[in-house]
């Protein structure tokens, strides 16, 4: 019996981990990363590691190849084909990294070396694995792009990361993990930084791929939507255990654990206060535009125009949150960012019954504290050489702090709104998990008291357990204050929590507008039905 098969009747065990530990050694002190994990992945079969940021997922998938630092301590077996891992020779490990086992990562552009064409990153490999050059070489790369549904893909060759869209990135990761047949691709978070309807098809490729290729696939994710349409079998992971594990159908229908139990129930529900009655119309646009222009030649004329937004109208109440959906490039943060003045637009921009459009910056900078900002990413928009208290007090120190008020009083009794403890107001934001990080954006906005914020993806780049606070935390500020909301989002189970009207953005066009029950409940584009099939299974 040749290694990795076993008797007949039984699925041949691809990968076979057992009482894994990975343990760090930080400032003269031990991180248990992984704590005793043990699980198996049979031939063909699609297995999934569950759980938050910072549960061992990543690191136990780095650990089947040592593919983690120098500063790890593994112990524990992975075997792979039989062929023990741990411990293993260079010579071995070579093999059997991107050969027999592949990987495709979260984030394409941070995988993808910006400096080379497509055609270069995927001879790479094929170079490396197979010896294939030249002709051999180009014609292989061409047959994995159209495997995984890059169209006319002689054409692509030679692009640069930068030329194609995220799902296209995406696309040529996957193909580069299939390009030398491997027998376990491990796909770590691949979907997260996706629109919901590119996540679908990738999915669907995925699933495609695993079949026609006979693979065997774990699948890494904190989104337990996904891994119900994926999966055949989920091991839930929390601090670098494995608390529970089983075929998905049983793990769904009756969760033993009740940390499985949360991250099921971790969706956010319900939906925002009603509108008070009589409320001030805060912001409206009549016939918004914003077109970039297309200038070609020595003189740099005018030779078409880049319609990000074309013919937006909208209306947002005091104490009203209006959802703005759509794919990446649907307009979405343009039409927000023109709104608050930040870019050049045609057409009336209503903000408290004064047409601000034509306003000069100088009479701008008066209703900059009335109009704020929460970004997708809350580590990229926040200093990393600033504290806590530095970063929720920036604002005061352009707008000026409130008479007979402390600047430090004014930030404890934010972060206390928040939900975050005063007494990390020293820290920096490496030293705060993504929800505190989020949590401190909004602080920053808070602290002005303003009456209109855009939050700008706020959920995206968080757990689901995470998600779910800070939408409560975002629904009682509005109560509290009366805050009209522009919510930018992809994720439409967060804009029907938040939302009270919709408004559905493709390619710069608004294909749909209206109050979220009537959108949600009966779709008349095609498109949002199509975004809503995606994102919530319907």
């Known amino acids: 019996m040749s290694a990795g098969q076993i008797s007949s009747g039984q699925t041949a065990t691809v990968l076979e981990v057992k009482d894994l530990r990975v343990n760090f050694r930080q400032d003269g002190q031990t991180i248990e990363a992984v704590r005793g994990a043990s699980f198996a992945v049979g031939k063909?079969?699609?297995?999934?590691?569950?759980?938050?940021?910072?549960?061992?997922?990543?690191?136990?998938?780095?650990?089947?190849?040592?593919?983690?630092?120098?500063?790890?301590?593994?112990s524990g077996s992975i075997r792979y084909l039989g062929q023990e891992m741990v411990g293993a020779s260079k010579a071995l490990l070579l093999k059997v990294r991107g050969n027999d086992i592949s990987f495709i990562f979260q984030e394409p552009m941070t995988s993808l070396n910006p400096l080379h064409t497509i055609e270069k990153q995927l001879a790479e490999s094929l170079a490396l694995h197979q010896g294939l050059q030249g002709a051999a070489a180009r014609g292989r790369i061409v047959e994995l792009l159209e495997k995984v549904g890059i169209d006319n893909p002689v054409r692509r060759l030679a692009d640069y990361p930068h030329q194609l869209s995220g799902g296209q990135r995406q696309r040529v990761m996957i193909a580069m993990a299939l390009a030398n047949g491997p027998e376990l691709l491990i796909a770590d978070e691949p979907t997260t930084a996706l629109d919901v309807t590119i996540q679908a098809q990738i999915l669907e490729l995925l699933a495609g791929l695993k079949r026609a290729e006979d693979m065997s696939l774990l699948f890494i994710s904190h989104d337990l939507g996904i891994v119900r349409r994926i999966a055949d079998r989920v091991c839930v992971m929390q601090g670098g255990e494995i608390v529970e594990q089983g075929p998905v159908a049983e793990i769904f229908a009756n969760p033993r654990h009740p940390y499985t139990r949360k991250l099921l129930a971790a969706e956010p529900k319900g939906g925002p206060d009603p509108v008070p009655e009589g409320a001030e119309e805060l912001v409206r646009t009549e016939h918004l535009k914003v077109w970039f222009p297309i200038q070609r030649g020595l003189l740099r004329r005018t030779v078409g125009h880049i319609k990000a937004v074309n013919d937006a109208s909208l209306s947002v109440r005091a104490g009203e949150t209006l959802g703005i959906v759509g794919e990446s490039g649907s307009g979405k943060t343009t039409l927000a960012l023109a709104i608050m003045r930040l870019i050049g637009s045609e057409g009336p921009v209503v903000y408290a019954g004064q047409d601000i459009s034509r306003l000069p910056a100088r009479a701008l900078r008066g209703?900059?504290?009335?109009?704020?900002?929460?970004?997708?990413?809350?580590?990229?928009?926040?200093?990393?050489?600033?504290?806590?208290?530095?970063?929720?007090?920036?604002?005061?120190?352009?707008?000026?702090?409130?008479?007979?008020?402390?600047?430090?009083?004014?930030?404890?009794?934010?972060?206390?709104?928040?939900?975050?403890?005063?007494?990390?107001?020293?820290?920096?934001?490496?030293?705060?998990?993504?929800?505190?990080?989020?949590?401190?954006?909004?602080?920053?906005?808070?602290?002005?008291?303003?009456?209109?914020?855009?939050?700008?993806?706020p959920t995206s780049a968080l757990d689901m357990t995470v998600q779910v606070q800070i939408v409560d935390l975002l629904r009682e500020l509005q109560r509290r204050h009366g805050l009209a909301y522009l919510f930018i989002s992809h994720d439409l189970r967060v804009v029907r929590a938040l939302a009270h009207k919709v408004m559905v953005m493709k390619s710069g066009d608004v294909v749909e507008a209206g109050l979220a029950a009537d959108v949600f409940a009966a779709p008349r584009s095609a498109y949002t039905r199509e975004l809503m099939a995606a994102a919530l299974g319907g």
């Open 44 to 74: 063909g079969e699609t297995v999934a590691l569950v759980g938050e940021s910072g549960s061992g997922k990543s690191v136990t998938a780095l650990a089947t190849v040592a593919l983690l630092p120098g500063s790890a301590e593994v």
């Open 367 to 457: 209703l900059r504290r009335d109009m704020q900002i929460v970004f997708q990413d809350p580590f990229g928009s926040l200093s990393p050489r600033m504290t806590a208290e530095q970063i929720i007090a920036e604002g005061l120190t352009v707008h000026g702090v409130e008479p007979g008020r402390n600047r430090r009083d004014m930030v404890a009794e934010v972060m206390v709104e928040v939900g975050l403890d005063p007494a990390s107001m020293a820290r920096y934001p490496h030293e705060f998990s993504g929800g505190q990080r989020q949590r401190i954006a909004i602080a920053r906005a808070m602290i002005l008291r303003p009456r209109l914020v855009v939050l700008d993806e």
